[in-house]
């Protein structure tokens, strides 16, 4: 019976065929340091999921953003625990992107024919602090306001156009209402759409180019 | 690698992964159901008694408009609502408690002395001293509240019908 529908499904959607050239590629010897990637993958979905789970609750305006946030630490059932995952797979993300970065580096992989795969990881990691920076506002308590205002600012010091970025990112000249919503675009809507777009065009190079065997001493 | 079953290295890792992922996706993916539902599993809270003042200062056979608010908390917000009450002392001890939200689209309901009736101004329903329909489109009689004397002050409490 179960063997029938598969069959059916597989006939049409050619699901052997995907499993063989997605999963069931052929890798180089096994190590651990090749794993950051799919671990990179795995934190992405798992900051996706709770990401959209707070959205349930959180409101995106100076009035009630903090609220929000305090009713879902300790008014709806498991808030803290989604939250939580939420806060700290958002650091470990950083963490592991980068150390995925730099044994990429450290291993040569970037090298032909996979250049393409790696100036888009730099976008990805990129779209990753950002997500990080934008992400670090919506709390709307002390330590968010005050960060944003010296990230903004930073942001201000570029020469001739700092002032325009920087009330760009603002939405005006001072943190406001319009900075929360903005920022809050940005992190649900706009670098999440960036980082799908983009994580599929890494995802596809990997499997059309394989992974890099490991230099060894000839190389 | 067990080496007592015909398990080969391929399958133990398959059913390990597996395993793993069930349980990791069970312990996150239930307590996310049950932060999605909360809201509904949350009974709203029951009213408490509202005082409304002595009750020797309602005059008896006189219809008396009295105004409280009651405030609901929904999450991280707080909504505070005022509602009219018509209170009708029948006797020294019997009371009727009558919200004035006209029960066909929530107008409030005025007393009109001259014709001993409560009419809506929205769709000219009119309502008996005790509440029951004369003529109009009201489906049910007004609403009215189960009420309390202790120690002289007169409290309510909201029934439904």
């Known amino acids: 019976m179960w063997k029938k529908l598969f069959a059916w499904l597989d006939e049409r959607l050619g699901l052997n065929d995907l499993y063989k050239n997605i999963l069931d590629r052929p890798e180089p010897k096994g190590n651990w340091w090749n794993t950051l990637g ?16 707070l959205t349930v609750y959180y409101t995106p305006s100076p009035d009630h953003a903090y609220d929000s946030i305090q009713y879902i630490m300790t008014g709806v059932a498991f808030g803290w625990l989604i939250r939580g995952i939420h806060h700290w797979g958002a650091t470990l993300m950083v963490v592991v992107v980068f150390i995925h970065m730099v044994r990429v580096f450290v291993t040569a992989s970037y090298k032909y024919p996979r250049e393409l795969t790696w100036v888009i990881g730099v976008c990805l990691l990129i779209l990753t602090l950002g997500m990080g920076f934008t992400g670090y506002l919506l709390p709307w308590n002390q ?34 209402a319009l900075t929360l919503s903005r920022f809050f675009a940005a992190h649900i809507w706009i670098l999440p759409a960036l980082l799908v777009g983009l994580i599929g065009v890494h995802l596809y190079l990997i499997i059309k180019h394989g992974e890099s065997q490991f230099p060894d001493k000839d190389d | 690698m067990a080496p007592s079953h015909n398990m080969s290295r ?24 049950d932060y999605l539902i909360d809201p509904a599993l949350k009974s709203q809270k029951i009213a408490a008694w509202i005082p409304l003042g002595r009750l020797d200062s309602f005059p008896i056979g006189t219809p008396t408009l009295s105004t409280f608010t009651s ?26 408690a009558l919200s004035n939200k006209c029960t066909h689209l929530g107008c409030h309901v005025n007393w009109k002395a001259d014709s001993q009736e409560y009419v809506c101004p929205c769709h000219d329903a009119h309502f008996g001293p005790n509440g029951d329909v004369h003529s109009g489109p009201p489906p049910r009689p007004l609403d009215h509240f189960e009420t309390k004397v202790e120690n002289g002050i007169l409290s309510i409490h909201l029934l439904e019908g």
């Open chain 1, 143 to 176: 330590q968010a306001y005050w960060a944003t205002t010296v990230g903004t600012s930073i942001a201000g010091t570029v020469p001739f156009l700092g002032p325009f970025i920087q009330n760009a990112l603002r939405g005006g000249a001072d943190l406001s």
């Open chain 1, 38 to 53: 799919s671990a990179s993958l795995f934190l992405f979905v798992v900051q996706a999921a709770t990401g959209i789970f």
């Open chain 2, 71 to 96: 405030s609901t908390v929904n999450g991280w917000e707080k909504t505070v609502n005022s509602y009219g009450v018509y209170v009708l002392r029948k006797s020294d001890t019997q009371v009727l």
């Open chain 2, 10 to 33: 391929r399958d133990f890792v398959t059913l390990v992964t597996a395993t793993l992922g069930t349980i990791m996706a069970a312990v996150i993916g239930l307590p996310a159901i």
